[in-house]
């Protein structure tokens, strides 16, 4: 699509307004209900939809259909990212009051990185048609890494604090206790960083790793820098809600591993075609149709089966007894 400067920042605009109404909403710390969470779910959901009927009147059923496959799949590469969140949290002991805040400012901070990923990917892919062939080849090694992590339970494992993590740590100092949601106290005359801020930078910055894979397998469904955008954004703006919603129902998604998988290299070996395409090899490529629909299967799929497997598994023990 041709979007004018005029639509991008009245879309800026409309993303920021609702970041805070968002923020307004939950700027009070509490414990956040099953009942809360479900309602603002389906908003960000029904608002995801919403911005896909406008763009299905705007630019017609193209983008419309890259901009569903795209929020799918960031969507459903954003419930792999709770396992982590899930261990961030214990790792940091962070209060279940606080821990809303902390998803929020962390989501944020992920949002504004990831535009500058996006922006280096737009870049880069308008100059170099050839890293498709990279970001294919990445994508299906992310997919044998994601299969060979869940074998060995991948997500069971403890979080480690990332280099830039502890660097910041060594130089401001860390604070032995949280201090409501403050983000730095004064201690013995010398200004340092507390627990809260500590987390907020953690859920951020391990973000922005996930968009190492999430980012280049958007760009296989669409290449318009406008819809890897909004898909992103409206993915991550619900991420806050889904957490608090599925965050007991994540040990049941015993097989998402397996399906992203499935999805990441589906889409690897289809950025693989286009770069073939692109370089004049007559091969047949994959339409925005049968992708969504591929995607839309894995993930039923997957958490059907998810669902069934730990059915059984707490049913074993009853029968044993």
């Keep these: 699509m041709n979007i004018s400067l005029t639509v991008w920042l009245l879309t800026i605009a409309a993303l920021c307004a609702l970041v805070g109404a968002d923020f307004l909403i939950g700027r009070k710390p509490h414990d956040v209900s099953i009942k809360e969470a479900g309602v603002w779910t389906v908003v960000w959901v029904v608002l995801a939809c919403l911005f896909g009927l406008g763009l299905l009147i705007y630019g017609g059923s193209g983008p419309t259909g890259e901009f569903f496959a795209g929020y799918i799949t960031e969507k459903s590469l954003s419930v792999d990212n709770l396992f982590v969140f899930v261990l961030i949290m214990g790792k940091f002991a962070v209060p279940s009051q606080y821990q809303q805040r902390v998803l929020m400012v962390g989501v944020l901070v992920a949002l504004v990185l990831r535009a500058g ?3 280096a990917g737009a870049a880069i892919i308008s100059t170099f048609s050839w890293v498709f062939y990279i970001f294919g080849a990445f994508l299906i ?3 044998w890494k994601l299969v060979q992590d869940a074998r060995k339970g991948g997500h069971e494992e403890e979080y480690e604090e990332n280099k830039l993590l502890k660097i910041a740590e060594r130089r401001f100092g860390v604070a032995d206790r949280y201090h409501g949601t403050k983000l730095f106290i004064t ?3 010398k200004r340092i960083m507390t627990p809260m801020l500590v987390v907020m930078l953690a859920i951020g910055s391990t973000d922005v790793l996930f968009a190492l894979d999430s980012i280049p397998a958007i760009y296989g469904l669409t290449q318009d820098p406008y819809i890897v955008f909004t898909a992103n954004a409206f993915a991550l703006m ?3 809600q889904l957490y608090f ?25 289809k950025l693989v075609l286009h770069a073939l395409h692109e370089s004049g090899v007559r091969v047949p490529e994959i339409s925005i149709p049968f992708s969504l629909g591929f995607i839309v299967l894995v993930l039923a799929v997957t958490t059907f089966t998810s669902l069934w497997a730990t059915r059984t598994q707490d049913a074993e023990p009853a029968v044993k007894s």
């Excluded at 965050?247 to 998988?261: E, M, N």
Aim: proline share 0%; no cysteine; aromatic share 10%.
């Design 117 to 119: 990923f996006i922006a």
């Design 141 to 143: 090694w992310t997919a």
């Design 245 to 269: 919603l599925i965050g007991g129902l994540l040990k049941k998604l015993v097989h998402l591993s397996y399906g992203l998988s499935v999805i990441l290299g589906f889409i690897g070996v």
């Design 238 to 240: 619900g991420l806050r």
């Design 187 to 189: 201690e013995n005359g």
